[in-house]
T-cell receptor, first 114, second 108 residues
């Protein structure tokens, strides 16, 4: 058990809809990362927050947004969903905002857009 | 642009045989390198990491990796694999750049 909790585990929704994915980081970890995993794109970094502030942005679409709250949990909002957004979305946390601090991954949220 | 290349998308191997999963990175600066493993229907978990110092790094489940700066490689090895090692393995650095993954399939 990594200590990172993601909810929900599965989400099925229709095109054009909006969903929110939630992540609770490991106790004591200040940094949260979001990733998208799909068969054709592999594991893609989306965005990182550290102690409530956005620190790095990756291949995140404009239709997607995220935030980290004062209690350090994070939410990833996906809107105007398209079929191609179907993927496994992972959250990971790390203690420090340093390259040497390893990641601890949640078990992911599987999003299916129909 | 910085990148990580995992040279094999799939590696089939018989149980108790040795295995090497290859990873090359592109960076001229100091790097921190990691290998993660993803078992079916699970998130990724840390296998091992190279931060500095000895170029041979030992991880969990009998895996080890060797950092080679001149060849910009960080290959993962295990001298004798088990069926339970069947999983996908990812090489990464800077936490934002992952390789495409190598699916290790161990056959009985």
């Amino acid at each position: 058990d990594s200590g990172v909790t993601q909810t929900p585990k599965h989400l099925i929704t229709a095109t054009g809809q909006r969903v929110t994915l939630r992540c609770s980081p490991r106790s004591g970890d200040l940094s949260v990362y979001w990733y998208q995993q799909s068969l054709d794109q592999g594991l893609q970094f989306l965005i990182q927050y550290y102690n409530g502030e956005e620190r790095a942005k990756g291949n995140i679409l404009e239709r997607f947004s995220a935030q980290q709250f004062p209690d350090l949990h994070s939410e990833l909002n996906l809107s105007s969903l398209e079929l191609g957004d179907s993927a496994l979305y992972f959250c990971a946390s790390s203690t420090l905002d340093r390259g040497y601090s390893p990641l601890h991954f949640g078990n992911g949220t599987r999003l299916t857009v129909t | 642009a910085q990148s990580v290349t995992q040279l094999d998308s799939q590696v089939p191997v018989f149980e108790e045989a040795p295995v090497e999963l290859r990873c090359n990175y592109s960076s001229s600066v100091s790097v921190y390198l990691f290998w993660y493993v993803q078992y079916p229907n699970q998130g990724l978990q840390l296998l091992l990491k190279y931060l500095s110092g000895s170029t041979l790094v030992k991880g969990i489940n009998g895996f080890e990796a060797e950092f080679n700066k001149s060849q910009t490689s960080f290959h993962l090895r295990k001298p004798s694999v088990h069926i339970s090692d069947t999983a996908e393995y990812f090489c990464t650095y800077f936490k934002t750049i992952f390789g495409a993954g190598t699916r290790l399939f161990v056959k009985a």
